[in-house]
């Protein structure tokens, strides 16, 4: 007999639906509004009805990582160069425990959660499979990757690839666990649709996720299938545009890299120009926006320019010629930097001891072998988003938010569920 009531039940099926949303409506206007909006509801309706425990230890913990963003954040806001957006971006964070909250309620039934795991990865494959036809439909075309149509621009944009990569892990972590050939296929498939994202980023991304996903298999069949993963990736290669010129400009950036030049002294003078001209070349001109997110950690480096400030700040920090191609980026393309140039060293320190946190607690967990699995897959897609190179992310971003604190539920929610015998006694 279950011990769930029939109001646990549709919560659990509401905060499921929702948390599917959240990434399901990522193409379409609203983007991520609609899902966290229904889960921050869902977890104000819980903690009304009084139904959780606020000792529970995911809840607990949860609000710990929280705590890791509002210390710096409520910090920063005394020099902020912009009060208002930081004090939005603050009661951002605290609105996210109720979305956390909202989170965990579809998360800690182990039923909802593989829902939830089939759903997202339904999402994936659908996202792959369009990626793919739109890609060889395009070849087929234009002998390239090439934009058919602006309705169909998310299929072809950098936000794609991102969030492509940082589901992936989660999404596929199941089939390929279980050598589901689909899964094999999917995996593949992810590199060709990360390939038409046209972004270098993205492929790091995917093949930091494809070592995570592999790393379950016996070695010598991880073995091949990464081999196959790195062929797809050399054949579609040639056929995205972008990524060619991109990798003309390392060429390009490494022949700089020794030039010939006869006054030593001439050539002393241009370094520190040279060296900033030949980073431009190779990521693309990130080095103008990482040379004014040094500059806004130097100006405070104690609490930076303020939390959710980067946009603001950037006009102030960058010089004239940055400000030519960058107007007001969201965000320095990392997060480490991005952490540092608007919370500064608290900030910074606040980053490190959230990673701390979800390292200790997953390596110490010392719950049944099930739930350390269950949380496997939450682990690996948060290894994908905070890995230390990648260059495209930024904390504060709003849809990398989003998925942070859900893969942070995921990962909490998973120590305490009940063991697979239990759950499924109580499901008979």
Same mark, same amino acid.
């Given at each position: ?32 509004? $609609? ?47 912009? !009060? ?6 603050? /009661? ?44 060889? $439909? ?56 990360? $390939? ?11 093949? $930091? /996720? ?59 003078? !241009? ?72 919370? /500064? ?31 496997? *897959? ?9 890995? *230390? ?40």
């Amino acid at each position: 007999m279950s011990n769930h009531t029939k109001n646990d039940v549709i919560l659990m099926t509401l905060s499921s639906a929702a948390s599917i949303l959240l990434f399901a409506w990522q193409p379409f206007p609203g983007e991520y509004r $609609i899902g966290i909006f229904a889960l921050m509801v869902l977890g104000i309706y819980r903690l009304l009805q009084k139904q959780p425990d606020l000792n529970r230890p995911a809840l607990t913990r949860l609000l710990q990582l929280l705590a890791c963003s509002a210390i710096p954040a409520i910090a920063s806001l005394g020099l902020s160069i912009n !009060k208002s957006s930081t004090l939005e971006g603050i /009661g951002a964070i605290f609105v996210s425990a109720f979305v956390g909250l909202g989170m965990i309620t579809g998360l800690e039934n182990t039923k909802a959660r593989l829902m939830q795991q089939r759903g997202i990865t339904i999402i994936v494959a659908a996202w792959i499979l369009s990626a793919c036809l739109y890609s060889a $439909i395009s070849i087929g075309l234009h002998g390239s990757i090439e934009t058919l149509s602006p309705y169909l621009s998310f299929l072809t944009s950098s936000r794609f690839g991102r969030l492509l990569t940082m589901l992936m892990p989660m999404a596929l972590w199941r089939p390929i666990r279980e050598r589901s050939v689909g899964g094999f296929g999917l995996l593949l498939g992810a590199g060709i649709a990360t $390939i038409l994202s046209g972004q270098r980023n993205n492929i790091l991304s995917y093949l $930091i /996720g494809a070592c995570l996903l592999l790393g379950q298999l016996p070695r010598k069949l991880a073995i091949r299938l990464f081999a196959a993963v790195a062929a797809i990736i050399l054949c579609v290669y040639p056929f995205s545009p972008e990524l060619k010129t991109r990798t003309q400009h390392i060429i390009s950036a490494v022949n700089i890299a020794a030039p010939v030049v006869q006054d030593e002294a001439r050539q002393a003078e !241009k370094t520190e120009t040279t060296l900033l001209d030949r980073f431009n070349l190779i990521s693309s001109d990130r080095g103008f926006i990482y040379d004014a997110a040094i500059k806004m950690g130097r100006s405070n480096p104690l609490t930076g320019t303020g939390a959710f400030t980067f946009k603001d700040a950037y006009p102030k920090f960058a010089d004239r010629k940055d400000k030519q191609r960058f107007s007001a980026p969201p965000g320095p393309h990392n997060i480490y930097l991005g952490i540092l140039a608007q919370t /500064g060293i608290i900030g910074l320190a606040g980053l490190f001891f959230t990673v701390h946190l979800l390292v200790r607690w997953h390596t110490s967990c010392k719950s049944s072998e099930f739930n350390c699995e269950e949380a496997n *897959p939450y682990s690996a897609s948060l290894i994908v988003m905070l890995f *230390p190179l990648i260059t495209q992310n930024d904390f504060y971003s709003s849809f990398f938010s989003a998925t942070f604190l859900y893969m942070g539920c995921g990962l909490l929610t998973a120590y305490y569920l009940p063991s697979r015998e239990s759950d499924l006694q109580e499901s008979a």
